[in-house]
């Protein structure tokens, strides 16, 4: 009952900062200054940002492409608009995701018989998420999407880019530019408008019919060089496409000369038979009587 147990400790060793704690501040290397992110962040692995075989350019856009929305442009003409990298550089990074499985591009031809290019980007390469399974960006997310209304409060509506004014909003003008707007469906199925959208984007129309821009020319202005990625909010490409666009006034047109007085033939003067000028035949200057005298 009294045997004293030599191996127990007689108090709580204390750790020692830097060597016992896994937390200790490091002599040399990087020092993070890290805050807790609550919301607007997207969650990416280590084997990614950490990867031995990618470049950082490649790291870099496999980060960017994993933090935008379904449906963004990440083709390489877009991605070159972004960064500062060329066309070619940012091809050979997006080759090398997909040689390491972040990235699946097929080419795939829709109901109107246009080819487009899909892109699947892939946190996990060798991972397929089902339907039911949220993406990883998604998840990432704390704050609820506005993209599930509720009864009582329907979800907030984007405003729209401002679109060039009229000077003379007159409402032939305007009914012609919702005209417009409403062929362009014709042209091209994504740019299917609502009233409200065309509503909003018809002044800029008329801006544009206020320049002596005929409505062809309008229309073809918009819907030429479209992008093969699905339009997300093709009433918002339209305005800002109707905005840097705009073209120039016409030139002021100068006013017309005044017509020349109208040359008369030449006719014989019936008192002295001296040819003059004149619409009709008589006599000439001299000889008329009724002109008054000069003094």
């Given at each position: ?94 080759r090398e995701l997909e040689t390491h499985g972040y ?188 002109l008054p005298e000069a003094t």
């Open positions: 009952m009294d045997t004293e147990n030599p191996s127990a400790p007689l108090r709580a060793q204390s750790r020692i900062a830097g060597k016992n704690h896994s937390h200790g501040q490091p002599h040399s290397g990087v020092v993070h200054d890290n805050a807790r992110h609550t919301e607007n962040f997207t969650v990416i692995g280590n084997d990614l940002i950490q990867h031995q075989e990618l470049s950082g350019l490649a790291i870099g856009l496999a980060c960017y492409i994993q933090s935008v929305r379904a449906g963004t442009a990440v083709d390489i003409k877009t991605l070159a608009d972004r960064f500062p990298e060329g066309r070619t550089r940012i091809a050979a990074a997006l990235l699946r591009r097929t080419h795939e031809r829709t109901s109107t018989g246009r080819v487009v290019t899909r892109t699947v980007s892939c946190n996990r390469p060798g991972h397929r998420a089902t339907r039911s399974e949220p993406s990883g960006r998604g998840s990432a997310r704390r704050t609820p999407t506005p993209d599930k209304p509720t009864p009582d409060k329907p979800p907030p509506r984007k405003r729209l880019p401002a679109v060039p004014q009229p000077s003379h909003p007159h409402p032939a003008l305007l009914r012609t530019a919702v005209d417009v707007l409403a062929g362009l469906r014709r042209r091209d199925p994504r740019l299917l408008l609502s009233a409200a959208d065309a509503e909003h984007l018809a002044p800029g129309v008329a801006a544009w019919l206020e320049r002596d821009v005929a409505p062809t020319a309008v229309r073809h202005a918009l819907t030429e060089n479209l992008p093969n990625e699905p339009l997300i909010r093709p009433a918002a490409f339209l305005a800002h496409r109707l905005a840097a666009q705009l073209p120039p006034p016409p030139p002021v047109r100068p006013p017309a000369p005044p017509a020349p007085e109208p040359r008369h033939p030449f006719q014989t003067c019936e008192g002295c038979n001296r040819a003059f000028r004149a619409p009709a035949p008589g006599r000439c200057r001299d000889c008329r009587t009724d």
